[in-house]
């Protein structure tokens, strides 16, 4: 268990529609980053944030948006879904807002599947 | 954004074979670390590698990072069943970014 907690686990809905994936960082950890894994492509990084603040962006597309909340939890919003959004969705927390020798901590992952 | 070439991309072995998997790069990197996953989990941290040549041992499992840094490998003696999983290696992006960048990873199965 990496006490990173994303919920739900597994989400089923259709094109066109919206989705809210959450996720709790480890306690005392303030950056969270958001990762989107898929077969073709791999775990590509989304965005990070740091105490709440944007920190940096990846390869998120203008339908995704996150946040990062005064009690540090985050929220990844996907709208107007795609059959091509399906994919594992991770969070990952770390201390200190950019890596270096400092480990980052994943989720379990939410499995969201377009129908 | 640099990649990072792992090779092979899948393997299937025998409980006590060894086997070595490779993450190759045409740059130079800083550091570089290597997970693994398992189905219906994150990636979890194995190993940190940060000086040219340096080896590093987890139990059955040998990380090693190329003199030039451009490349490691991780060696696994004597694999069993519990390896089987998605090894990923990754990088950090740099700068003031603390993302980090994945190979497409080796699909290890190891059979009982």
């Known amino acids: 268990d990496s006490g990173v907690t994303q919920t739900p686990k597994h989400l089923i809905t259709a094109t066109g529609q919206r989705v809210t994936l959450r996720c709790s960082p480890r306690s005392g950890d303030l950056s969270v980053y958001w990762y989107q894994q898929s077969l073709d492509q791999g775990l590509q990084f989304l965005i990070q944030?740091?105490?709440?603040?944007?920190?940096a962006k990846g390869n998120i597309l203008e339908r995704f948006s996150a946040q990062q909340f005064p009690d540090l939890h985050s929220e990844l919003n996907l709208s107007s879904l795609e059959l091509g959004d399906s994919a594992l969705y991770f969070c990952?927390?770390?201390?200190?807002?950019?890596?270096?020798?400092?480990?980052?901590?994943f989720g379990p992952g939410t499995r969201l599947t377009v129908l | 954004t640099q990649l990072l070439e792992q090779s092979p991309q899948f393997l299937s072995i025998q409980e006590g074979e060894n086997l070595t998997v490779y993450c190759n790069s045409s740059?130079?990197?800083?550091?570089l670390q290597w997970y693994r996953q398992e189905p219906g989990e994150g990636p979890v941290l194995l190993v940190t590698?940060?000086?040219?040549?340096e080896v590093k041992k987890l139990k059955r499992l040998t990380f090693q990072f190329g003199d030039a840094r451009k490349d490691s490998s991780l060696h696994i003696t004597a694999a069993q069943p519990g390896d089987t999983g998605l090894y990923l290696c990754?990088?950090?992006?740099?700068?003031?970014?603390?993302?980090?960048?994945f190979g497409k990873g080796t699909k290890l199965s190891v059979k009982p």
């Open positions: 590698v940060v000086t040219g040549g």
């Open positions: 990952a927390s770390s201390r200190r807002p950019h890596t270096g020798s400092d480990t980052q901590y």
């Open positions: 740059s130079v990197f800083s550091s």
């Open positions: 944030y740091y105490n709440g603040e944007e920190r």
């Open positions: 990754a990088r950090n992006y740099g700068g003031s970014q603390g993302n980090l960048i």
